[in-house]
């Protein structure tokens, strides 16, 4: 065990490459600094957090873009075996997400920006 020392440990600065890993913990950050208790899955979900709000509880999901434009096309990976001539192995596609499936978008931009857009 090394003994306690004043030199900082945790220097490393913030970068856009680290973004994607740090947006769910910025969106945990800013709903419950409002008060909002906020929930993960246990099981993996199309859903990221799962948010207790004055309307019953809300389905989030966390989207991160290094670019500071406003106009990301939202999408999720999906697995797809049933494409014709395709293995039962299948491949991974790009599929918009259904209304069913969330209630908003957390977006954290590379300009340090957030915004909570409701699924339309």
Do not use: C, H
């Not at 994607?20 to 899955?41: M, Q």
């Amino acid at each position: 065990m090394t003994p306690f020392t004043n030199e900082p440990t945790f220097t490393a600065d913030p970068t856009p490459e680290r973004l994607r890993v740090a947006a769910t913990g910025k969106a945990i950050a800013w709903f419950s600094e409002r008060g909002y208790v906020v929930s993960l899955p246990v099981e993996p979900a199309i859903y990221d957090l799962i948010v207790d709000s004055p309307n019953g509880l809300d389905r989030i999901q966390v989207k991160s873009s290094t670019t500071t434009s406003r106009t990301v096309k939202f999408t999720r990976t999906v697995y797809d075996n049933q494409q014709p001539g395709r293995t039962s192995t299948g491949y991974f596609r790009s599929a918009p997400y259904e209304p069913d499936e969330i209630d908003y978008f957390f977006v954290v931009l590379g300009d340090a920006s957030m915004y909570v857009l409701p699924y339309t």
